[in-house]
């Protein structure tokens, strides 16, 4: 038999966790290592994707400086669009750090696509928060697709979670855009996973084979070895302070889809016939393409911290969604907390637990975009990067803490384990 290397490796001083929340945690590791073995299995597959990705369109170092003032010729931006577009399944990609959010990224793509009188459908229920006021669902008079006359339906989710697949045949049926949102966001229901988009494809495409179905692909990517387009989707949008960013993009978004979709897209984010020809990369390239290249690996450490934090908040109780053997669409668990005073100290503690601002206490407050008050967690090195680890919460019924992010697992879940302890001294926890 081999030697064992490193048999003892040295106790971290410093951090001073109960040794019952240590125990829990090599319990819930051990009963989470089946699921950690798949999540490195479609790592292998993702990064092979992306590194073949570089190889076929000839990445150089040319790519990885940037360009000033309109910056026409930008072949670091041209050749970034095309490595994306083939890890996506894609005709065409729109990758800028100009993108202020995934909330404009996807905002370029509904102005870009719609027209007046067209109709867009939510096929998942309401969409994420932000793309409330975008929509036009709350307020009105400001400049949203409803204000321009565009119409706006839903069809919600069944009480089990399941898109709704005949109503959604009906009302696809004389509509522009079908659309869909991949991750959970701020909500219990399940996230979709590309079986399921597929799924809901084939339904849209049969009662309408002229709609664009667009795809909220936030905190998605990589998760699975497949993306929304490789199953009939036409457009996804997502962030690159999220999965394909993988925290070493600074800011950005990308869109990725049908040639001509995306430069309607590229219309909207530049002028009306500029398109993606313009628009300067400063010094963004190298962190672009970085952020693409680790991204299948941090994805799969956020996915090995999710995975491992559903196991031992149901270890401790609390009722996490997804569960550690359930099939994963995204990055993200919800905890419900039971009440606020849970949630706040777990915040709390997922901050002290973090490399950047550990120091620092997070508040609920009244963040732009949200309907409810809301207390984020994030000590990032990317100020509100959410592939980071990092803990948002709207403080309202069933206190529902999401949790998501994790650049590394060690540290990952070393930060859960921090906000363990924070909730213990608060005692809000029971430990046995
Ligand atoms: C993060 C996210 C968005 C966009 O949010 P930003 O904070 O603007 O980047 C949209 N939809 C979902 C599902 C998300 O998770």
């Known amino acids: 038999m081999a030697e064992i290397f490193d048999p003892k490796p040295v106790e971290v001083k410093g951090f001073e966790i109960d040794e019952r929340i240590l125990k829990l945690a090599d319990k819930a590791e051990e009963n989470c290592s089946a699921r950690f073995a798949e999540i490195d299995r479609i790592a292998r597959t993702n990064g092979e994707k992306v590194l073949r990705a570089f190889i076929n369109n000839k990445v150089s170092a040319a790519c990885m400086t940037g360009t000033t003032g309109y910056g026409y010729d930008d072949v670091g931006r041209d050749t970034l669009d095309k490595v994306y577009a083939e890890v996506m399944g894609a005709e065409d990609a729109l990758v800028r750090h100009t993108f202020v959010s995934g909330t404009h990224a996807l905002t370029c793509a509904l102005f870009g696509v719609l027209r007046a009188g067209d109709k867009i459908v939510s096929l998942t229920g309401a969409p994420y928060d932000t ?237 732009p975009g949200y309907d409810s008050q809301v207390i984020m967690a994030a000590g990032a090195f990317n100020m509100g990067a959410s592939i980071e680890l990092s803990a948002d919460a709207p403080l309202r019924e069933p206190f529902a803490a999401y949790v998501q992010g994790g650049l590394t697992y060690p540290t990952g879940r070393m930060g859960i384990l921090v906000a363990l302890q924070e909730m213990h001294e608060k005692h809000c926890l029971r430990l046995f």
Not at 154 to 172: A, M, R, T
Not at 174 to 191: C, F, M, N, W
Not at 246 to 263: F, H, M, S
Not at 339 to 354: D, H, M, T, Y
């Open 131 to 367: 793309l409330e006021e975008v929509i036009g669902i709350r307020g009105s008079g400001n400049g949203s697709l409803a204000d321009y006359g565009v119409k706006y339906d839903q069809v919600d989710l069944l009480p089990d979670g399941k898109p709704n697949l005949g109503e959604i045949f009906q009302k696809v049926k004389d509509a522009k855009v079908a659309y869909i949102q991949r991750s959970r966001g701020y909500s219990l229901r399940p996230t979709l996973t590309i079986n399921g988009i597929a799924e809901i494809v084939k339904a849209v495409k049969n009662a309408n084979p002229k709609v664009i179905v667009m795809v909220d692909n936030c905190y998605g990517e990589f998760v699975e070895s497949r993306e929304p387009i490789h199953v009939g989707a036409d457009l996804i949008i997502g962030s690159l302070i999220k999965n394909p960013g993988a925290g070493i993009a600074e800011t950005g978004g990308y869109i990725a889809g049908k040639k001509e979709l995306v430069e309607q897209c590229a219309y909207r984010l530049t002028c009306v016939g500029m398109g993606k020809e313009v628009g300067c990369t400063l010094n963004q390239n190298k962190l672009m393409y970085q952020g693409l290249y680790f991204a299948p690996e941090v994805v799969a450490n956020a996915v090995k911290t999710a995975t491992f934090t559903s196991e031992i908040m149901t270890l401790l109780g609390f009722e996490c969604f997804p569960k550690r053997d359930d099939v994963r669409g995204d990055i993200i668990t919800a905890v419900l907390m039971k009440n606020p005073e849970n949630l706040i100290a777990f915040c709390q503690g997922v901050q002290k637990g973090s490399p950047v601002d550990s120091y620092v206490t997070p508040e609920p407050w009244d963040m």
